[in-house]
């Protein structure tokens, strides 16, 4: 069992930063991959970035390519997510998810933990 809780959100304006952290509960953190995902008003839940075991690998969204970066501390059972140059489209519920599988890290299905989601809201 993993328990996920995000932190981080906020209102910011276009262009600033923010850094979302996702503190896991259970001494098997550095076993699951680890994922961002976003959900805004009257969309379906979009993949971000992910990152596997060791912080050897991660994958990006196409979106958010170059301005997010992602990464984990297995010592403090907690995965990061910088954002950088923020738009107006970043605004969503962010959420954070573990999986165990080595692969498809940008499906949803993927994922068998999730935490209960951070707000963002990016104004122009």
């Known amino acids: 069992q993993v328990q996920l809780v995000e932190s981080g959100g906020g209102l910011v304006q276009a262009g600033e930063s923010l850094r979302l952290s996702c503190a896991a509960s259970g001494r098997t953190f550095s076993s699951y991959a680890m994922g961002w995902f976003r959900q805004a008003p009257g969309k379906e839940r979009e993949f971000v970035a992910a990152?596997?075991?060791?912080?050897?690998?991660?994958k990006y969204a196409d979106s958010v390519k170059g301005r997010f970066t992602i990464s984990r501390d297995n010592a403090k059972n907690t995965v990061y997510l910088q954002m950088n140059s923020l738009k107006p489209e970043d605004t969503a519920v962010y959420y954070c998810?573990?999986?165990?599988?080595?692969?498809?890290?940008?499906?949803?299905?993927?994922?068998?933990?999730w935490g209960q989601g951070t707000q963002v809201t990016v104004s122009s």
């Open positions: 990152i596997g075991w060791g912080s050897g690998s991660a």
């Open positions: 998810a573990a999986t165990g599988y080595a692969s498809s890290w940008s499906l949803a299905g993927r994922y068998g933990y």
